[in-house]
């Protein structure tokens, strides 16, 4: 089945980087985008990021742009999403997603539903 | 960008009602591009309806989406013990920087 794993939770200082993994399984990994999702403690989803496992081409939010990379390793079907320079207000789940709408090629890459999600990664921000 | 405004915020309902719960856009959401996923305390969203009305696979019927333009609708037929949680609308057919929206949730409880 298609499956979604994240690496565990972290813990950072304001002012470093923290990297999340996401291995896909289950299905041809750059047959489709994965999509970056996240939500603050108590407070709904805020969409972060959007990447092409097809070409890697990306789409950042504009709240995180400049602060975030996103990028697949496709040898071992995971993708990462990298966040820079965090701020107290980081702190949050990071959910990956596989974004669904049709396959990947070298003409487009659909940008539909996210089907599964990962299961989350707990980041704190914490002096 | 699209903004997402969800109504009612909380929907206090017992087992067995019918759930009515709406999603509005601030513009006309493209082909439809409207997603509802369901989230339950210390899980993931798990998605229910993709294409504004179509069930995602295992989704029970007694789910159904409806709409289009900007406003759209999830119907839970008869509520059951489970489906007590946060319902999240989506839209997926803006053009970059924001592809992706999410509108804020509606919560339903148990009256």
């Known amino acids: 089945q298609v499956q979604l794993v994240q690496s565990g939770g972290e813990v950072k200082k304001p002012g470093a980087s923290v990297k999340v993994s996401c291995k896909a399984s289950g299905y041809t990994f750059t047959s489709y985008g994965i999509s970056w999702v996240r939500q603050a403690p108590g407070q709904g989803l805020e969409w972060m990021g959007w990447?092409?496992?097809?070409?890697?081409?990306?789409n950042y939010a504009q709240k995180v742009q400049g602060r975030v990379t996103m990028t697949t390793d496709t040898s071992t079907s995971t993708a990462y999403m990298e966040l820079r320079s965090l701020r107290s207000d980081d702190t949050a789940v990071y959910y990956c997603?596989?974004?669904?709408?049709?396959?990947?090629?070298?003409?487009?890459?659909?940008?539909?539903?996210?089907?599964?999600w990962g299961q989350g990664t707990l980041v704190t921000v914490s002096s | 960008e699209i903004v997402l405004t969800q109504s009612p915020g909380t929907l206090s309902l017992s087992p067995g009602e019918r759930a009515t719960l709406s999603c509005r856009a601030s513009?006309?959401?493209?082909?439809?591009?409207l997603a509802w996923y369901q989230q339950k305390p210390g899980q993931a969203p798990r998605l229910l309806i993709y294409?504004?009305?179509s069930r995602a696979t295992g989704i029970p019927d007694r789910f159904s989406g409806s709409g289009s333009g900007t406003d759209f609708t999830l119907t839970i037929s008869r509520l059951e013990p489970e489906d007590f949680a946060v319902y999240y609308c989506q839209q997926y057919g803006s053009s970059p920087p924001s592809l992706f929206t999410f509108g804020p949730g509606t919560t339903v409880d148990i009256k």
């Open positions: 513009q006309s959401v493209s082909s439809s591009s």
């Open positions: 990447i092409s496992a097809y070409n890697g081409n990306t």
């Open positions: 294409a504004a009305s």
């Open positions: 997603g596989r974004v669904g709408g049709g396959y990947c090629s070298s003409t487009s890459c659909p940008r539909g539903w996210i089907d599964p």
